[in-house]
């Protein structure tokens, strides 16, 4: 069986590419099925590895069709022993820190009187540490365990690698998915009308109207901005930011690394 992760650090479009690729291969809009925390099994071929094992499955090791399976946790995760050597492409979804911290904050509904703190804890632990605990690591340590190839090839040594950065998603959706599908495999010559198709079915102010989420949790789908402010924390946060990117290098070398500037 030929396997794909498609691996990113959390709130960083890893469920709109699945939606895009899901999308493009039923060659229609792709029908979201809520379950209060994310889109469950958008399709057999694109599924959520969380979702499975919450389900008690596994991934069927037998499927002749390549499978795109969405993953946040570290390459090194012990649940990935079993896929390991029939991992044969890795894409990895990258985004820039600060655009992924108010989206955390919209998605965890954090309070108008926590705001601030909250800014400070993401820019204190280098991301969410409840998501450390999960096994997603630091945003640097993550987005350099997937996107490094000499450190992926130790845990998939078989795996390619393609990296997509969601503000290139998002600034030209056609040739990012065009990207996508080609690195993968799906198509020997992708079909630019049904790309084009898939990009219409899957825009954001589309899927924000058609989620139906749960009244009493968040909608999944934000407004996808990109470079934004930290000014609107409070006092002190932008230089907090600031701060960190002159204290600490590994963190710097991954804004710097991806076009992310200060």
């Not at 600060?98 to 280098?126: C, W, Y």
Request: hydrophobic fraction near 35%; glycine fraction near 8%; aromatic fraction near 10%.
């Amino acid at each position: 069986m030929p396997l794909a992760w498609i691996s990113s650090y959390p709130k960083s479009g890893n469920t709109w590419v699945r939606i895009l690729l899901a999308s493009y291969r039923q060659d229609r809009g792709v029908r979201l099925r809520w379950a209060g925390d994310g889109f469950k099994n958008l399709d057999a071929t694109d599924p959520d590895l969380y979702d499975l094992f919450a389900e008690g499955r596994m991934l069927p090791l037998d499927d002749p069709r390549l499978l795109t399976v969405k993953t946040h946790l570290l390459p090194s995760a012990e649940v990935f022993e079993p896929y390991r050597d029939a991992t044969t492409k890795v894409l990895h979804v990258v985004r820039n820190p600060r655009d992924i911290m108010p989206s955390a904050e919209r998605f965890l509904t954090v309070s108008a009187r926590h705001r601030e703190a909250f800014a400070r804890h993401f820019i204190a632990h280098r991301g969410m540490e409840g998501w450390q605990r999960y096994g997603y690591g630091t945003w640097p340590q993550h987005v350099r365990e997937w996107t490094t190839p000499d450190v992926l090839r130790r845990h998939f040594p078989r795996a390619e690698l393609c990296v997509l950065r969601y503000e290139d998603i998002k600034r030209d959706p056609v040739t990012s998915l065009h990207t996508a599908i080609e690195f993968l495999g799906l198509d020997r010559m992708p079909d630019l009308g049904r790309i084009r198709r898939a990009v219409g079915h899957s825009a954001l102010d589309k899927l924000r109207a058609a989620e139906r989420p749960d009244p009493d949790k968040p909608a999944f789908f934000g407004t996808g901005l990109s470079g934004q402010s930290l000014t609107s924390y409070g006092p002190g946060i932008e230089d907090a930011y600031q701060a960190l990117l002159r204290d600490d290098p590994q963190f710097a070398g991954c804004v710097e690394r991806f076009g992310y500037g200060g």
